[in-house]
């Protein structure tokens, strides 16, 4: 369906790349994790999660343990965990591109309106980062009907993102949102 666009291999958590990767021990950061459950369920909550902390705190084993839990309850919409050195998961070239095709797959309401703007612009890969995430991302969730996004909340889960300030500060500017909390 979606073939035409840029996919980042190995940035999903499910990935082969990742599989191995750690996820929090039973019993462990239950506060934190609660509280993201809790932030992805109340429709009233910032758009934008922000899980922030020095180097080795934990926060891209708490990525795969939230990103699996949102899997499997449904609330996943997307995963991308980035990588330095990995051609394709260590910039942003295609980042947004594999959130839109991940969004397009697991929320098929979204898929059409993702379609229609690859079709529209067979070249979005290419694109700015800022027209991508407008055109693939933006645009289609705000499309897709009141019925379908009352449902189930989506949530988009990125890791390492706070690496690359070009990405921060396109997010922030697309979504309005305020400083990050701290871990």
Request: with cysteine; proline share 4%; charged share 20%.
């Amino acid at each position: 369906m979606l073939s035409g666009l840029p996919i980042a291999e190995g940035a999903g958590f499910d990935s082969h790349a990742e599989e191995h990767n750690s996820t929090c021990l039973q019993n462990t950061r239950v506060d934190l994790l609660k509280q993201i459950s809790e932030w992805a369920n109340d429709p009233h909550a910032e758009t934008i999660f922000w899980l922030n902390g020095m180097a080795g705190t934990g926060k891209s084993t708490i990525s795969r343990t939230v990103s699996r839990s949102f899997a499997t309850s449904g609330h996943l919409g997307a995963s991308f965990f980035f990588k330095r050195g990995e051609a394709d998961r260590g910039s942003l070239s295609k980042f947004v591109t594999t959130i839109a095709a991940q969004l397009a797959e697991r929320e098929p309401a979204l898929a059409p309106y993702i379609k229609a703007a690859v079709e529209a612009n067979h070249y979005i890969g290419g694109k700015a980062v800022r027209e991508q995430f407008d055109k693939l991302i933006l645009q289609p969730l705000g499309n897709i009907s009141q019925e379908v996004q009352g449902t189930t909340p989506l949530v988009i889960v990125v890791d390492a993102l706070d690496e690359f300030s070009k990405a921060k500060s396109l997010l922030h500017k697309q979504t309005g949102t305020s400083s990050p909390p701290r871990l």
